[in-house]
């Protein structure tokens, strides 16, 4: 069975300051997609990356980065330079590459709250 | 592109009442739809997924006859809540996935049901 660990339930940062998002997940597929997702305070979820369990690429975008560890199985997710917009729960989530029965496993959630 | 609609945004009804959900795929054929539960402060939780002109799959625990699922097209998905009771009172959330896509779901922005 999948799983996606994230152990942060809330995490408050004053504006400005970096924080990252923790990820853990099992599974005993080898390929498999993991996901980041923001969902604000409207409910909408918003994309976020995504990322194949073959590339284990860093990603940059912006202010946000993304450290994929196979060999932890870790998939982090960090803020630089945090701002209020980005005050959110952060999902993330697995999912397998099965063709139709595919489904994705969403972690707990990380509630952000960046403060002036 | 790849944007999913859900009708209506918020519902209010009473107990003992049924309540239909519908999501639509605006800019693509979606061959495969998925609902999510949310609860508050608490994580998507896959309720069934439904593939165009077949019954749906519902998830251990979810009942079937109270949670009725239709996907009659390629671009719309209705989930009717049947007898409501309050404990149904949640955020619901479908996402689509495309024709030809084995992993990528566009999510819907949701619809809060309340029942009194």
Known sequence: AQKVTQAQTEISVVEKEDVTLDCVYETRDTTYYLFWYKQPPSGELVFLIRRNSFDEQNEISGRYSWNFQKSTSSFNFTITASQVVDSAVYFCALTQNTGTASKLTFGTGTRLQVTL | ???????????????????????????????????????????????????????????????????????????????????????????????????????????????RLTVT
């Open chain 2, 1 to 111: 592109g790849a944007v999913v609609s859900q009708h209506p945004s918020w519902v209010i009804c009473k107990s003992g009442t049924s309540v239909k959900i519908e999501c639509r795929s605006l800019d693509f054929q979606a061959t495969t739809m998925f609902w999510y539960r949310q609860f508050p402060k608490q994580s998507l939780m896959l309720m069934a997924t439904s593939n165009e002109g077949s019954k749906a799959t519902y998830e251990q625990g979810v009942e079937k006859d109270k949670f009725l699922i239709n996907h009659a097209s390629l671009t719309l998905s209705t989930l009717t809540v049947t007898s409501a009771h309050p404990e149904d009172s949640s955020f619901y959330i479908c996402s689509a996935r495309a024709q030809g896509y084995t992993y990528e779901q566009y999510f819907g922005p949701g619809t």
